[in-house]
């Protein structure tokens, strides 16, 4: 949550942790708490109030209710993400995709808030304002959410295309994916000089890159040669970088990004990239696991690209390379440029 918030552009001025057994129904930290971080907000002058969960739209609008005079915003972990996700988006399909993930994530909420108007309006016996509100509301959530849809389903098409148009000239497809920050779009700029962005946050790649690679015949490995490359021994590989994936990635913000991830879905072969200095390094790779699952990604053959190794004095490659052995694992510096001679020719045997 530190982290989100430092890449949104934030400043954190006070953390406040709650133990308890259940979340409170109404406010999701119950009434005490609420008071205590409301007081705690007033008197440190704070813009924006954000909860580390996915709360429920009348949780959200309850504590709305409580702060709304006071000037403080309130926002859940979505509310967040998707803040960043505006902040990153450059290109007209990423920016459909996020306003899709809002319209999921907001719709409830902005229910709610008709059904308050209904309940202040309405009598005994009598048609409230506000359920004609939720109404017009629904539907015209659900027209914009329909168009949407169909302007994305235009990209996702051209990129079926663009996939066929590979399938048939014979080309592999290699996905780079990784838990968000690993440095998947370094690996691309290393492996490829395509110039993608990189920064030192989260989620600075919305949108997916593909670029080409060819790794020349040095190896008994490496046979044959591709058309399209006059027929030199070696192999064409196509390498696509995507979105990152976190924690607790919201199913509505995978199902939001599922046409970019497209990519991942239909590769030959996935590229895992780790932060092999991150302290949670075993969490993560479990983390971007689950999502791939969740994409149905169970039987592609997948390469463990342990990244940032001049980040660490000592790396622990044996221990490393013991447990996860299934993987190939492959370790590099994309800053220094080591192990990447490596990582092709097992890219290469792998294809």
């Given at each position: 949550m530190e982290s989100l918030t430092h890449t949104y552009g934030g400043m954190i001025v006070v953390k406040v942790i709650?133990?308890?057994?259940?979340?409170?129904?109404?406010?999701?930290?119950?009434?005490?708490?609420?008071?205590e971080v409301v007081e705690i907000a007033e008197a440190e002058k704070v813009d924006i109030i954000i909860?580390?969960?996915?709360?429920?739209?009348?949780?959200?609008?309850?504590?709305?209710?409580?702060?709304?005079?006071?000037?403080?915003k309130v926002w859940d972990r979505i509310d967040l993400i998707l803040k960043i996700f505006q902040k990153h988006a450059d290109t007209t399909e990423a920016k459909l995709q996020i306003r899709l993930a809002g319209i999921r994530h907001m719709g409830p909420r902005i229910y709610r808030?008709?059904?308050?108007?209904?309940?202040?309006?309405?009598?005994?016996?009598?048609?409230?304002?506000?359920?004609?509100?939720?109404?017009?509301?629904?539907?015209?959530?659900?027209?914009?959410?329909?168009?949407?849809?169909?302007?994305?389903?235009?990209?996702?098409?051209t990129r079926s295309l663009h996939r066929a148009r590979r399938d048939k000239m014979g080309f592999k497809t290699v996905s780079i994916v990784g838990y968000?920050?690993?440095?998947?779009?370094s690996l691309l700029n290393a492996l490829t000089k395509k110039g993608a962005y990189v920064a030192d946050e989260l989620f600075a790649t919305l949108d997916t890159r593909v670029a080409k690679l060819?790794?020349?015949?040095?190896?008994?490995?490496?046979?044959?040669?591709?058309?399209?490359?006059?027929?030199?021994?070696g192999l064409s590989v196509l390498l696509s970088d995507t979105i990152g994936f976190i924690q607790d990635l919201p199913p509505q913000l995978i199902q939001a990004f599922r046409s970019t991830l497209e990519e991942t879905v239909h590769a030959d072969?996935?590229?895992?990239?780790?932060?092999?200095?991150?302290?949670?390094?075993?969490?993560?790779?479990?983390?971007?696991?689950?999502?791939?699952?969740?994409?149905?990604?169970?039987?592609?053959?997948?390469?463990?690209?342990f990244?940032?190794?001049?980040?660490?004095?000592?790396?622990?490659?044996?221990?490393?390379?013991?447990?996860?052995?299934?993987?190939?694992?492959?370790?590099?510096?994309?800053?220094k440029g080591e192990g990447l001679e490596e990582l092709k020719m097992i890219i290469a045997s792998s294809l």
């Open positions: 709650q133990k308890r057994v259940t979340p409170d129904y109404k406010t999701y930290i119950g009434s005490g708490k609420l008071e909860i580390n969960n996915l709360l429920k739209p009348h949780q959200i609008f309850n504590i709305e209710r409580m702060v709304e005079r006071k000037g403080i808030m008709g059904l308050e108007l209904s309940q202040q309006a309405g009598g005994i016996g009598t048609r409230g304002s506000g359920e004609t509100n939720i109404e017009q509301m629904k539907r015209h959530l659900a027209d914009e959410e329909r168009a949407i849809k169909k302007q994305i389903s235009k990209y996702s098409n968000t920050n690993a440095g998947k779009s060819w790794i020349p015949q040095t190896s008994p490995l490496v046979k044959g040669g591709h058309p399209a490359d006059g027929g030199i021994g072969l996935i590229l895992h990239v780790i932060d092999v200095s991150d302290p949670y390094m075993d969490e993560k790779i479990k983390e971007v696991e689950e999502v791939l699952a969740e994409l149905e990604v169970t039987d592609t053959k997948k390469i463990y690209v990244n940032k190794i001049d980040n660490l004095k000592r790396v622990p490659k044996t221990a490393i390379k013991k447990k996860y052995k299934e993987f190939k694992p492959v370790f590099v510096s994309c800053k």
